[in-house]
Every structure is written in C-alpha cells, then in structure tokens.
C-alpha cells in the first residue's frame, strides 16, 4: 500500500490525474474506471482540462462504470451515470461505444452484471480504477459484509449508504439497491486508487489504514492488492497515528 498526503484538495486531486494519467498513457486502448460521487470532481475537472489543452489524449481510453443505484441510469439526474455524462464523458466528447455503464432500469439486473463483466474481459481487464470511500467504509457499493468473491452483482444497500446518498439527489429517493462490480472485480484491476478528503472521512480512513482486514470495513481489503494507493488530504488523515 503505497499512502500519499497532499495539503489541500486541489493538490490531492492533481496527484491522482498524474497517477492515473501514467497507467492509462499507453498503447492499445487503456480501461479506466472511474467512481462517480463528491470526491473524485477535481481529478475529472482536471482531465478534462488537460483534454481540452492536449497535454492528454483520451480519444484511446475505455471507461468501464462502478455501480448504478437500482432503478436508475443515465437520465435520472443525481445517478452515477449522470453525474460522470457530466464530469467526464460529455466534456471529453467519449464516443458511447467507449463507455460500458450499468443500467438499473433494465429487467434483468444479473444479465446487465454478465454484461459489465463480459466488457472488462474484452479488454484484458481495468486498468485503473478510482474509488471514493463510503463513510461506512464500502467501496463502490460493496457494503460492510459483502464477500470478497464477488464479480458484477446486485447489493442490497446499508442504510447509512441509503441516507448519505440522498445527497446526490434535490429531493427524496428510495435507495434500496445497487448495481457494482464487486470487491473481486477491484481486486483484479492493474491498479487501485482510493481517494479520500474531508475531515468527515478521517475515522474510517483510519480504519481502512490501521484497523482489521476485514469484510466489515471493505475497503481494508484493498491493503492486499498489489499495486494499490490511497491518497488523502490532511483533513482526512487527522486520525493516523502518523
Ligand atoms: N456509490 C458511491 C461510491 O461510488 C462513492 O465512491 C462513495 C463515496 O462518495 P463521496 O465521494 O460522495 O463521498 O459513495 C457512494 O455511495
């Protein structure tokens, strides 16, 4: 686990575009997963400003999606896919046969999960992945007791995910369920990002760092990924012991 502090969010969010811009600058077409929610804004503001300068070229680069709220997709606003059509994939003008997203309007949810893994094994699998940290420690919307096995799949959400994700939202929605590649599909990503700000964060960061390895906090499991950094601003950091 390789652990960086940065002083502020502009400088933690400008370390993770160089990290993220080194393992995707290379040949062949490149699979990036990108997690939607609060903190990863500044890296995708400053993707596509480097885009739009043409110090990158993304016109190469695959997107695979992290999860979906059950019931929504794309023309819901407030929804992952909505949410990253407006960060990252409408500004970098990303073709839609780039992009492979959950749809959690569809029918038959374990089908669209079939769909999500057969894509990341078209491509030799995902690159890089950046994940938020939920305050009750999931990642992507792997839960607190998710199985580690776990590919795609439909989870039932906890409900302080149902609470804290009304903040996405300008008014009430039911939050029952989600559509996510599971900690398995993490865990074979060449590369895995975790990105935490914010003083709200700093005891469950704690945990992720210095607790237990354990389901029950799902992002601990990341420590035995090979090729895995976590980057937080001081706020978050306020509780490591150093
Ligand atoms: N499902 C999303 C995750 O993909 C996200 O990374 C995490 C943190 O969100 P935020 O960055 O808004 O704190 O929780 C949400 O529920």
Redesign the pocket.
């Known amino acids: 686990m390789k652990i960086s502090l940065a002083d502020t969010y502009e400088a933690l969010s400008q370390q993770v575009v160089n990290d993220v811009v080194q393992c995707l600058s290379k040949a062949g077409t490149p699979l990036f997963c990108p ?6 804004s500044g890296v995708y503001a400053e993707l596509v400003k480097q885009q739009q300068q043409g110090i990158i070229n993304t016109a190469n680069w695959r997107f695979v999606g ?2 979906e709220w059950g019931g929504m997709n794309g023309e819901d606003e407030g929804s ?1 896919r909505f949410y990253l059509n407006k960060q990252l994939f409408f500004p970098l003008q990303t073709p839609e046969e780039n992009v492979c997203f959950f749809d959690g309007k569809v029918e038959d949810p374990l089908t669209e999960c079939e769909r999500i893994d057969e894509f990341i094994d078209i491509h030799k699998g995902i690159d890089v992945v950046v ?5 009750n420690g ?4 792997n839960e607190p007791g998710t199985s580690p096995d776990l590919h795609s799949h439909v989870s039932a959400l906890d409900p302080v ?1 149902q609470q ?2 009304q ?2 939202f300008s008014s009430q929605k039911k939050l029952l369920t ?1 559509l ?1 590649l599971g900690i398995a599909s993490i865990m074979e990503a060449k590369h895995v990002i975790l990105m935490v700000s914010g003083e709200k ?1 700093a005891s469950i960061v704690k945990k992720v760092i210095e607790g237990e390895i354990t389901t029950e906090v799902p992002a601990s499991l990341l420590r035995n990924h090979p090729s895995f950094s976590i980057y937080m601003d001081k706020a978050a950091a306020g509780h490591l012991k150093s």
């Open positions: 997690a939607s929610g609060d903190t990863p992290l999860d992952c994940l938020g940290l939920g305050m999931h990642i992507g919307m995910t804290v994700g903040k996405y989600g996510t964060k």
